[in-house]
Protein backbone atom coordinates (compact mmCIF):
# COMPACT_ATOMS: atom_id res chain seq x y z
CA UNK A 1 0.00 0.00 0.00
CA UNK A 2 1.52 3.16 -1.73
CA UNK A 3 2.03 6.18 1.69
CA UNK A 4 1.20 9.21 0.85
CA UNK A 5 4.06 10.89 3.08
CA UNK A 6 6.75 8.76 1.05
CA UNK A 7 5.57 9.75 -2.21
CA UNK A 8 4.37 13.39 -1.13
CA UNK A 9 8.27 13.32 -0.24
CA UNK A 10 9.40 11.62 -3.41
CA UNK A 11 7.31 14.03 -5.68
CA UNK A 12 8.99 16.73 -3.86
CA UNK A 13 10.13 18.72 -6.40
CA UNK A 14 6.93 18.32 -8.32
CA UNK A 15 5.11 19.57 -5.48
CA UNK A 16 7.22 22.40 -5.09
CA UNK A 17 7.62 23.79 -8.37
CA UNK A 18 3.55 23.62 -8.74
CA UNK A 19 2.78 27.00 -6.98
CA UNK A 20 6.11 28.33 -8.19
CA UNK A 21 3.99 28.50 -11.68
CA UNK A 22 0.90 29.97 -10.05
CA UNK A 23 -1.02 25.85 -10.56
CA UNK A 24 -4.56 25.52 -8.83
CA UNK A 25 -4.30 22.27 -6.98
CA UNK A 26 -8.09 20.48 -6.30
CA UNK A 27 -6.52 17.43 -4.86
CA UNK A 28 -3.78 15.76 -4.03
CA UNK A 29 -4.30 12.44 -2.27
CA UNK A 30 -3.20 8.14 -3.20
CA UNK A 31 -5.92 6.89 -5.65
CA UNK A 32 -5.00 3.65 -6.51
CA UNK A 33 -1.98 3.42 -4.95
CA UNK A 34 -0.41 6.50 -6.45
CA UNK A 35 -0.27 10.10 -5.98
CA UNK A 36 -3.10 11.60 -7.54
CA UNK A 37 -2.17 15.41 -7.99
CA UNK A 38 -5.49 16.97 -10.12
CA UNK A 39 -5.44 21.11 -10.14
CA UNK A 40 -5.28 23.71 -13.30
CA UNK A 41 -2.75 25.65 -15.29
CA UNK A 42 -2.36 28.75 -17.13
CA UNK A 43 -1.01 27.25 -20.16
CA UNK A 44 -0.33 24.00 -21.78
CA UNK A 45 3.83 25.14 -21.29
CA UNK A 46 2.69 25.42 -17.79
CA UNK A 47 1.18 21.61 -17.50
CA UNK A 48 4.19 20.67 -19.61
CA UNK A 49 6.60 21.66 -17.07
CA UNK A 50 5.37 20.04 -14.47
CA UNK A 51 4.62 16.87 -16.41
CA UNK A 52 8.66 17.62 -17.54
CA UNK A 53 9.95 17.28 -13.30
CA UNK A 54 7.35 14.39 -13.10
CA UNK A 55 9.53 12.56 -15.87
CA UNK A 56 12.47 13.47 -13.98
CA UNK A 57 11.45 12.25 -11.20
CA UNK A 58 9.97 8.67 -12.44
CA UNK A 59 9.51 8.43 -16.07
CA UNK A 60 7.99 5.22 -15.43
CA UNK A 61 4.89 7.51 -14.22
CA UNK A 62 4.56 4.52 -11.90
CA UNK A 63 3.25 5.69 -9.07
CA UNK A 64 1.47 8.91 -9.65
CA UNK A 65 -1.65 10.48 -11.94
CA UNK A 66 -1.56 13.92 -13.03
CA UNK A 67 -4.33 15.67 -13.54
CA UNK A 68 -3.71 19.47 -14.83
CA UNK A 69 -6.37 21.48 -17.24
CA UNK A 70 -5.55 24.43 -18.31
CA UNK A 71 -7.80 27.32 -17.19
CA UNK A 72 -6.40 30.39 -19.06
CA UNK A 73 -7.37 32.78 -16.53
CA UNK A 74 -4.70 31.15 -13.64
CA UNK A 75 -2.25 32.79 -16.51
CA UNK A 76 0.59 34.50 -14.72
CA UNK A 77 0.25 37.85 -15.99
CA UNK A 78 3.17 39.02 -18.73
CA UNK A 79 4.93 42.48 -19.61
CA UNK A 80 5.47 43.04 -22.62
CA UNK A 81 7.79 45.68 -24.78
CA UNK A 82 7.58 46.82 -28.10
CA UNK A 83 11.53 46.73 -29.23
CA UNK A 84 12.57 50.63 -30.29
CA UNK A 85 15.07 51.99 -32.72
CA UNK A 86 18.57 50.91 -31.64
CA UNK A 87 17.04 47.73 -28.83
CA UNK A 88 18.98 44.83 -28.09
CA UNK A 89 18.18 41.45 -26.13
CA UNK A 90 21.21 42.79 -23.83
CA UNK A 91 19.58 46.38 -23.61
CA UNK A 92 16.18 44.99 -22.98
CA UNK A 93 17.35 42.96 -20.27
CA UNK A 94 19.45 45.10 -18.34
CA UNK A 95 16.31 47.89 -18.91
CA UNK A 96 13.79 45.04 -17.06
CA UNK A 97 16.55 42.96 -14.73
CA UNK A 98 18.91 45.59 -14.32
CA UNK A 99 21.57 42.93 -16.05
CA UNK A 100 22.50 43.20 -19.74
CA UNK A 101 23.62 39.10 -19.20
CA UNK A 102 19.46 37.94 -18.50
CA UNK A 103 18.76 38.93 -21.99
CA UNK A 104 18.72 35.01 -22.87
CA UNK A 105 15.69 34.87 -20.47
CA UNK A 106 14.38 36.94 -22.81
CA UNK A 107 15.03 35.40 -25.70
CA UNK A 108 13.68 31.62 -24.73
CA UNK A 109 10.34 33.53 -23.75
CA UNK A 110 10.29 34.67 -27.22
CA UNK A 111 11.38 32.16 -29.55
CA UNK A 112 7.29 32.18 -31.34
CA UNK A 113 8.99 35.41 -32.77
CA UNK A 114 13.03 35.25 -32.28
CA UNK A 115 15.12 33.16 -34.01
CA UNK A 116 18.31 34.08 -33.31
CA UNK A 117 18.79 36.87 -29.92
CA UNK A 118 20.58 39.42 -32.05
CA UNK A 119 18.00 39.89 -34.69
CA UNK A 120 15.38 41.88 -32.94
CA UNK A 121 13.18 43.98 -35.57
CA UNK A 122 11.69 47.37 -34.25
CA UNK A 123 8.06 47.09 -33.41
CA UNK A 124 8.37 43.61 -32.48
CA UNK A 125 5.90 42.70 -29.19
CA UNK A 126 8.35 40.64 -27.29
CA UNK A 127 7.00 39.23 -23.71
CA UNK A 128 9.32 40.07 -20.14
CA UNK A 129 8.95 37.25 -17.82
CA UNK A 130 9.16 37.77 -14.46
Not at 29 to 51: F, M, P, T
Not at 57 to 70: G, H
Request: aromatic share 6%.
Amino acid sequence: MADLDQLKQKYASVLNLIPQLGVSLTHVHIQEDKLYVEGAAGSEAIKNRIWDQVKLVDPSLSDITLNISVDPSLAPKQKTYTVAAGDSLSKIAKQFYGNANQYNKIFEANRNVLSDPNMVKVGQELVIPD
